[in-house]
């Protein structure tokens, strides 16, 4: 039974710091890591995958996978009230993915202005 | 190609009805899923297919439950004998690839939303 945990939050950020997110997986075996934005009544949107060990970068959106003590999280710099939203984290099983993502029950992000 | 479709956005039924919704996967896709969400929770596996074919199912999915994708293109999610307890947000997402890392990055449909009163 693969598990994705998340703290549901609310995590409340100031408008222009930096949030982070964080995830913890059980799957040792799980090779690929995303991350998902969710507004409110919307499906989810990738944001960021990961597949390696370290950091990945894309804007103000930086990944981080450390696969020994099976966490991923998400930091997101200069935060804008349009960050605000529910984040998941969804990882692949040992398989490498062939029975689909595995979600956590995502991180609600408030960004106060 | 507008992305993932589904149909209908909204459904509201009584209990004991069947229910259909349609997904529609971005076209170069062979990969499609379903998914249900429920509120407060993130999207729980229920199905996928390759291709036509169905090649692994949840246990969360139920005998009322049933997916095809007959030509390997659209594809529909029947619930038969609906209960209170189906009522979530069916998710429908396609992947591009068979083999390598893209074949995990899904796109997602708008969803179907159902209410079982």
């Known amino acids: 039974q693969k598990e994705v945990e998340q703290n549901s939050g609310p995590l409340s950020v100031p408008e222009g710091a930096i949030a982070s997110l964080n995830c913890t997986y059980s799957?040792?075996?799980?090779?690929?890591f995303f991350w998902y934005r969710q507004y409110s009544g919307k499906s989810p949107e990738l944001i960021m995958s990961i597949y390696s060990n370290g950091d990945k970068e894309d804007g103000r959106f930086t990944a981080q996978l450390n696969k020994a003590s099976q966490y991923v999280s998400l930091l997101i710099r200069d935060s804008q009230p349009s960050d605000s939203a529910t984040y998941l984290c969804?990882?692949?099983?040992?398989?490498?993915?062939?029975?689909?993502?595995?979600f956590g029950k995502g991180t609600h992000l408030i960004i106060q202005p | 190609d507008t992305g993932v479709s589904q149909n209908p956005r909204h459904k509201i039924t009584k209990r004991g009805q069947n229910v259909t919704f349609r997904c529609d996967p971005i076209?170069?896709?062979?990969?499609l899923y379903w998914y249900r969400q429920t509120l407060g929770q993130g999207p729980e596996f229920l199905t996928y297919?390759?291709?036509?074919?169905?090649?692994?199912k949840s246990r969360l999915l139920s005998d009322r439950f049933s997916a095809e994708r007959p030509k390997g293109s659209f594809s529909t999610l029947e619930i038969q004998r609906t209960e209170q307890g189906d009522s979530a947000m069916y998710l429908c997402?396609?992947?591009?690839?068979?083999?390598?890392?893209?074949?995990?990055?899904?796109?997602f449909g708008a969803g179907s939303r159902l209410t079982v009163l």
């Open positions: 997402a396609s992947s591009p690839a068979a083999l390598g890392f893209g074949a995990n990055v899904l796109t």
């Open positions: 969804a990882v692949t099983g040992s398989g490498g993915g062939a029975d689909g993502l595995t």
């Open positions: 076209s170069e896709h062979n990969r």
């Open positions: 297919f390759q291709n036509e074919a169905q090649l692994e």
């Open positions: 799957d040792r075996g799980s090779q690929s």
